[in-house]
């Protein structure tokens, strides 16, 4: 490896986040008038400076000599330093232990959307807009918006996207050129976040709040500037809003732009995956709908309606918003919601969870497997958008679902043995790997319940679910050093 490559490459994210928090600062000072000004502009200083340091230490870094290893080892670095020094002006804001403050800044950047904070409707303007920016910012990567400014690195600006990108296929692009690519994403994820903001400001929400959760829906972040979350805001409307625009935020952008580009809406339809997500989000809706009435949660059928479909939304999306008493609602549509966590949004997508590909793939392998019983002499063939899957991608599925499901387990035992009970455990785990958010028992919207040795797990819970177990976790064979 070239420890040069992933120091020079450092530089940038680190510089970024100087960057976006020196804008806060005049924000605060001139905007917002909040009197945090100083919170942002030291820490950013000291951020610039460290970015101009490693620039100057590594500038012999040559773009050719980027390898996989190293486009690895720089995805899970920029994430866990991000929210390092994200974490600085949370931590120095609200008074919360740094271990609460790096929770907090990585729940934000890869858009988890687990809290410990609470009396949100008191703090600084200004920082919960920060708190908001940062889940846009980290919802469709921080290695894309690096390759995406950063055109020197078309060399291995493929390497760093593959290592980055969720979902099992990851070589689809939409130009010639990786760095045009990043920013066509960027160019619809921008498009998209402006048209919500307006939808929600349309459908009620002053400018400022909806500016503020336009970041965090499209990103699938689930952050909000309330405590009470969406159950903040009066009317059917504005969740009627949300639920179309975490639905657009978990279809894959590159879809998004070749839907744009070709002025067919009906490629959606086209596409096996989205047609399997929202078929599966109309199937679940309805199914925890029925299940909401038949407990008398809600006397009216529209209500109930509603409420079902927002939060199966917000769950199945990984977005995390809640509205009104979710956490009361019956064991069965608890476990039915959890389950649509794991399922998760498209690949390509800023959704977490399994992703629909793969458990399409695992539900054709399933098939396969049972035809092949029936008819041992039989040849069939697994597809995908009516093409062959390759063996390779049939593999990883199956692995990746493997060990999604032993890294559940694991960290469960883990936080049972922090205190939690099992639901608690169980629902906090699901939260943090799958990027989704609130949890139930004692946690429900707030994790200030979790120790600190808890904290610690979930924090690098959510790191793992973001870059999918396998980025991170071959860090941990020693042949990827020995190489």
């Known amino acids: 490896m070239n420890l040069f490559s992933t120091l020079y490459l450092l530089a940038f994210p680190i510089g970024l986040m100087g960057v976006v928090q020196i804008v806060f600062a005049l924000l605060a000072h001139t905007v917002f008038r909040d009197g945090v000004e100083s919170n942002f502009f030291l820490p950013a200083i000291l951020m610039i400076l460290c970015s101009i340091g490693l620039l100057f230490f590594s500038r012999s870094f040559d773009a050719a000599r980027l390898n996989y290893r190293d486009a690895l080892l720089y995805a899970v670095l920029t994430w866990v330093v991000m929210g390092l020094v994200g974490a600085l002006p949370i931590i120095t804001v609200t008074g919360v232990s740094a271990v609460d403050g790096v929770f907090e800044s990585v729940s934000a950047l890869t858009t988890t959307g687990a809290t410990i904070l609470s009396g949100l409707d008191e703090m600084p303007r200004s920082f919960l807009l920060y708190r908001q920016f940062l889940q846009w910012l980290g919802g469709l990567g921080v290695v894309v918006f690096v390759v995406a400014v950063l055109p020197m690195l078309n060399v291995g600006g493929m390497r760093l996207l593959r290592a980055e990108t969720p979902g099992p296929v990851k070589d689809e692009k939409l130009s010639p050129r990786i760095a045009n690519t990043a920013h066509y994403l960027w160019g619809v994820y921008l498009a998209i976040t402006l048209l919500c903001a307006a939808g929600y400001y349309f459908a009620g929400m002053s400018l400022y709040d909806a500016i503020a959760h336009s970041l965090t829906t499209v990103s699938t972040g689930g952050f909000s500037t309330h405590d009470a979350s969406m159950g903040y805001f009066e009317g059917p409307a504005i969740l009627i809003v949300s639920d179309i625009f975490m639905l657009l935020g978990a279809i ?62 917000s769950f199945i999306t990984s977005t995390g918003y809640g509205a009104a ?37 695992m539900v054709k392998m399933i098939r396969h497997e049972m035809r092949h019983l029936l008819h041992p002499k039989g040849v069939f063939t697994v597809k995908y958008n009516d093409q062959p899957v390759d063996v390779s991608v049939i593999s990883a599925t199956m692995a990746f679902i493997t060990l999604a499901t032993l890294t559940s387990v694991l ?35 707030n994790f200030q319940p979790v120790n600190d040795a808890g904290t610690v797990i979930l924090s690098f819970a959510m790191v793992l679910g973001r870059l ?8 941990l064979l020693p042949a990827f050093w020995r190489g």
């Open 252 to 313: 894959s952008f590159a879809l998004h732009y070749q839907v744009w580009r070709r002025a067919r809406p009906s490629q959606y339809l086209l596409d096996e995956e989205t047609r399997g997500f929202l078929l599966l989000v109309l199937l679940l809706g309805v199914m925890v709908t029925l299940f909401l009435l038949a407990s008398s949660s809600y006397d009216r059928p529209l209500l109930a309606f509603n409420a079902a479909f927002f939060h199966l939304i």
């Open 325 to 361: 008493g979710f956490t009361e609602w019956p064991l069965v549509v608890v476990v039915l919601l959890l389950a649509a966590g794991y399922m998760g949004g498209c690949a390509g997508s800023t959704a977490g969870g399994n992703k629909i590909i793969r458990n399409i793939v």
């Open 411 to 445: 960290v469960t035992l883990l936080m049972m043995a922090t205190g939690l009970d099992f639901l608690s455990a169980f629902s906090a785990t699901a939260a943090c790997v799958n990027v989704l958010g609130p949890a139930f028992g004692e946690l429900g919207n």
């Open 468 to 475: 999918e177990y396998f980025t991170a976790l071959t860090l």
